[in-house]
């Protein structure tokens, strides 16, 4: 219970200390809003100079307990000592007035699924992401009291604006007072939805919209989990709120907040930078001017450019992990990152026509669905006959039009407020149709009724948690029974001696432990433990191609093999081995030796390594004029080269050779020989003695990757030991 009251407290203080801070600046700005728009629009502006505070707090290795205390009490008091905040108290008008029955409806609706959010939130956070990265970072950061140096996991290059916000809540109560953080937003994001129909006297809009979002199944489960999506979909709303409340008074001070919260959009998620596009085109539309444009982005630039500054200092890439054929550096691969987006870009649906019912109705291939009644959005076209309607579909059909890039049913929750405004406005002034639409919504969205028609596994709330919530089951027992990735952290915890790192080829609950765990496809490092390992087992990538090209001796000091064909897409270009011969016999290897490749130069020396078990790759599609290159350091007869590769990339490169008189790369007109090679017997053992080498002496592996069957039956092949196992995954010591 204790637990349970200081997640509480955790949330309320950071809630408080947002709500205070967005109060002070609107104060200060002298900005006035309806009572209803109070709240939330304080809250999110709040929580965007909140996250900055903290920012600076991590960047110098301030954030301790105490500190961050303070800042909340800080941020509290500041506005108990000023009171600065103005409104405008108008009242409601008639049109704004609801019925007693209206009254006890719309309470009843939001207060079932608000007591089945709240006590899911309280919970032990066990969800996926949550405990995977979301939290862990946080818990990261916190040991070490500011930013480290994370090269190893791409999802800490991602912009963390919302986990800035968890930062003192998980101090004061751990993972779950992130969650119920995140649940504040999810209030807020619905009392602004409400606000805003009452702004534009259409309030049965206001309620109607807020609800099919607060209802909607995905948002529910995402609003009460340590994620982000929901309070990113209350930043961006606010944005746009922000913007109507600025075209309605022409106060050039409610420009600070759109810039401020346009420019936190980037900072919570990059997906949700589109606002400040949209801000910026609604600003010049409307004003006709480019002065208040600039304003909101330079104002975007005080939110947007310390994450981007993060980035190019610790990963050099200041929108790490992508673009990296842009901004090339050794910490991701171009073609990870491009299997990855591609893999976010389907799931497992293989003909997207079908995605409208996998978000709405399935929702397993989606992780999520939105609810059935969102298959009645197209309906919202009929908004456009209203000026707010066509501003409302915008901002959505903008939005949308990043998602496709992810179609996880998670990714539609910024767009939902848009569509369901637009779809309550395009029903007309029927309150008896909204009610009815709104009660099916309820019924369809409550778990009882999910299990009925959405696809076993999909992911959703399940029942009231109170036992967990108040911690009657014990958190540990909890969480063990709802995610396996918490009982391998814990097994790592208990097994593995700190200071050491844990190679795993999947995701576990890293929040939970504080052992650092690499997981194979997030890093450039990890993708090429995973090769290594692979190279020990899987026999395409083993060196079993070796190819001899020979001419006519030459006298050289620069040497080179280069590609001269486009692989097909993914397709790569691999050496293990490169080997340089005079008349039989083999040049020694030097110091002297300069080596280089292109693309992914890092790599270069596993080319060079007598090691069977790695290989060099370009890791990205090959292409014409792609090399490796050696520089002897002085000229050097030689007549051959030899290629060891793998025959899961059969390309073939040729031999070109550095003229000195004519300063060109001349084809040394070399005759191909191709037979097969048999890599080593021992390759197993050279593949775990490479990881070794790499300071990595701990494997986790669960029982359903590829190769589990070959590291169980022979952990002694491979050069390990067994340590322990839990049901699902088996951890290995590398034997020195």
């Given at each position: 219970?204790?637990?349970?009251?200081k997640?509480?407290l955790?949330a309320?203080?950071?809630?408080?200390a947002?709500?205070?801070?967005?109060s002070?600046l609107i104060g200060r700005?002298?900005?006035?809003?309806e009572?209803?728009?109070r709240f939330p629009?304080?809250?999110?502006?709040?929580a965007a100079?909140l996250?900055?505070?903290?920012?600076?707090?991590?960047?110098?290795?301030?954030?301790?307990?105490?500190v961050?205390?303070?800042?909340l009490l800080?941020?509290?008091?500041?506005?108990?000592?000023n009171k600065?905040?103005l409104?405008e108290?108008n009242?409601?008008?008639?049109s704004n007035r609801?019925?007693w029955r209206?009254i006890?409806?719309?309470?009843?609706?939001?207060?079932?699924?608000?007591v089945l959010?709240?006590?899911d939130?309280?919970?032990p956070e066990?969800?996926?992401d949550?405990?995977?990265?979301?939290?862990?970072?946080?818990?990261r950061?916190?040991?070490?009291?500011?930013?480290?140096r994370i090269t190893?996991?791409?999802?800490a290059?991602?912009?963390q604006?919302i986990?800035?916000?968890?930062?003192p809540?998980?101090a004061?109560?751990k993972?779950?007072a992130?969650?119920l953080?995140?649940f504040?937003?999810?209030?807020?994001?619905a009392?602004a939805?409400?606000?805003y129909?009452?702004?534009i006297?259409?309030?049965w809009?206001?309620v109607?919209a807020?609800?099919l979002?607060y209802a909607?199944?995905v948002?529910?489960?995402d609003?009460?989990?340590?994620?982000?999506d929901?309070?990113?979909?209350?930043?961006?709303f606010?944005?746009?709120?922000?913007?109507?409340?600025?075209?309605e008074t022409?106060?050039d001070n409610a420009l600070i907040p759109?810039?401020?919260?346009?420019?936190?959009?980037?900072?919570?998620k990059?997906?949700?930078?589109?606002?400040l596009i949209?801000?910026?085109?609604?600003?010049l539309?409307?004003s006709?001017?480019?002065k208040?444009?600039l304003?909101?982005?330079?104002l975007s630039a005080i939110?947007i450019?310390?994450?981007?500054?993060?980035?190019?200092?610790?990963v050099g890439?200041p929108?790490?992990?992508?673009?990296?054929?842009?901004?090339?550096?050794p910490?991701f691969?171009?073609i990870?990152?491009?299997?990855?987006?591609?893999?976010m870009?389907r799931?497992e649906?293989?003909n997207l026509?079908t995605l409208?019912?996998?978000v709405t109705v399935?929702?397993?291939?989606?992780?999520g669905l939105i609810?059935?009644?969102?298959?009645?959005?197209?309906?919202?076209?009929?908004?456009l006959r209203?000026a707010t309607g066509r501003r409302?579909?915008?901002m959505?059909?903008?939005?949308?039009?990043?998602?496709?890039?992810?179609?996880?049913?998670r990714f539609?929750?910024?767009e939902l407020?848009?569509?369901?405004?637009a779809l309550?406005?395009?029903?007309?002034n029927s309150p008896?149709?909204i009610?009815?639409?709104?009660?099916?919504?309820?019924?369809?969205?409550w778990?009882a009724?999910?299990?009925?028609?959405?696809?076993p596994?999909?992911?959703?709330l399940d029942r009231v948690?109170?036992k967990?919530a108040l911690?009657k089951?014990p958190e540990d027992?909890?969480?063990?029974?709802?995610n396996?990735g918490y009982?391998y952290a814990r097994?790592?915890?208990a097994?593995?001696?700190?200071g050491?790192?844990?190679?795993?080829?999947?995701t576990?609950?890293?929040?939970?432990?504080n052992?650092?765990?690499?997981v194979?496809?997030?890093c450039?490092?990890?993708?090429?433990m995973?090769?290594?390992?692979n190279?020990?087992?899987v026999?395409a990538?083993q060196p079993?191609?070796l190819e001899?090209?020979?001419?006519?001796?030459r006298t050289?000091r620069?040497?080179r093999i280069e590609?001269?064909a486009l692989?097909?897409p993914?397709?790569?270009?691999?050496?293990?081995e490169?080997?340089?011969?005079?008349r039989?016999?083999?040049?020694?290897?030097r110091p002297?030796?300069?080596?280089?490749?292109w693309p992914n130069p890092?790599d270069v020396?596993?080319?060079?390594?007598?090691?069977p078990?790695?290989?060099?790759r370009?890791w990205?599609?090959?292409?014409?004029?792609d090399?490796i290159?050696?520089d002897?350091?002085?000229?050097?007869?030689?007549d051959?080269?030899?290629i060891e590769?793998s025959?899961d990339?059969n390309?073939?490169?040729d031999?070109?050779?550095f003229?000195?008189s004519?300063g060109?790369?001349m084809a040394a007109?070399a005759?191909r020989?191709?037979?097969?090679?048999r890599p080593?017997?021992n390759?197993?053992?050279?593949?775990t003695?490479?990881?070794a080498?790499?300071g990595?002496h701990?494997v986790?592996i669960?029982?359903?990757?590829?190769?589990?069957?070959d590291f169980?039956?022979?952990?002694?092949?491979?050069?390990?030991?067994?340590?322990?196992e839990?049901?699902?995954a088996?951890?290995y010591r590398?034997v020195?």
């Open positions: 219970m204790i637990a349970a009251l997640a509480i955790g309320a203080l950071t809630a408080w947002c709500y205070a801070a967005g002070f700005l002298k900005l006035k809003l009572r209803a728009e629009l304080a809250f999110v502006l709040g100079c996250h900055l505070a903290v920012f600076v707090l991590l960047a110098l290795h301030l954030a301790y307990w105490p961050l205390v303070l800042l800080g941020a509290i008091l500041s506005v108990r000592l600065p905040f409104t108290a009242g409601a008008s008639e609801y019925s209206q006890l409806l719309w309470v009843a609706l939001f207060g079932g699924f608000s959010y709240f006590f939130a309280l919970a066990g969800s996926p949550g405990s995977s990265y979301h939290l862990a970072f946080v818990a950061y916190l040991r070490a009291h500011g930013f480290e190893t996991n791409m999802y290059a991602l912009s604006g986990e800035m916000l968890f930062v809540a998980f004061i109560g993972h779950s992130a969650a953080l995140h504040v937003f999810l209030m807020a994001l009392l939805i409400f606000a129909g009452r702004r006297g259409k309030p809009a206001g109607a807020a609800f979002v909607s199944p948002v529910g489960i609003s009460s989990s340590a994620y982000i929901v309070a990113v979909a209350a930043v961006v606010s944005v746009f709120y922000w913007l109507e409340i600025w075209d022409r106060a759109v810039g401020l919260l346009a420019g936190f959009s980037y900072a919570a990059y997906p949700a930078a589109v606002a949209y801000a910026l085109g609604f600003v539309w409307r006709r001017s480019l208040p444009a304003r909101i982005a330079a939110m450019l310390p994450w981007m500054v993060k980035d190019w200092i610790v890439n929108v790490a992990p992508f673009a990296n054929q842009i901004f090339r550096n910490n691969h171009v990870t990152i491009q299997q990855w987006a591609d893999y870009s799931y649906i293989q026509w409208p019912l996998e399935r929702g397993q291939k989606t992780q609810g059935p009644v969102f298959l009645l959005a197209p309906l919202g076209l009929l908004s209203f409302l579909l915008a959505g059909a903008l939005l949308l039009a990043t998602y496709l890039y992810n179609v996880g049913a539609l929750i910024p407020p848009f569509f369901a405004l309550v406005l395009a029903l007309g008896g149709l009610a009815a639409l709104a009660i099916f919504h309820a019924a369809s969205s778990p009724e999910l299990r009925d028609y959405a696809t596994g999909a992911w959703r948690l109170y967990p911690r089951i027992k909890y969480l063990r029974s709802i396996p009982s097994m790592v915890d097994y593995v001696p700190k050491e790192r844990v190679f795993s080829v999947e576990i609950a890293t929040a939970y432990t052992r650092d765990i690499l194979e496809y997030e450039a490092f990890c993708n090429l995973m090769d290594i390992l190279n020990g087992w026999a990538y079993r191609v001899q090209l020979k001419f006519p001796e050289a620069r040497i590609q001269n692989g097909r993914l397709e790569q270009w691999s050496v293990h490169l080997r340089f011969f005079d039989g016999a083999e040049l020694p290897r002297q030796w300069r080596l280089s490749a890092w020396q596993l080319a060079f390594d007598d090691s078990a790695t290989r060099w370009t990205e599609r090959a292409a014409p004029g090399y290159q050696v002897f350091g002085q000229a050097q007869a030689v051959e080269v030899r590769r025959y990339y390309l073939q490169a031999v070109k050779i003229d000195d004519s060109r790369w007109g005759s020989e191709t037979t097969a090679g080593d017997a390759i197993r053992r050279y593949a003695r490479e990881l080498l790499r990595i701990y986790l669960t029982d359903n990757a590829p190769g589990a069957f169980r039956g022979d952990p002694q092949g491979w050069g390990m030991e067994k340590v322990v839990e049901p699902g088996h951890l590398i020195p």
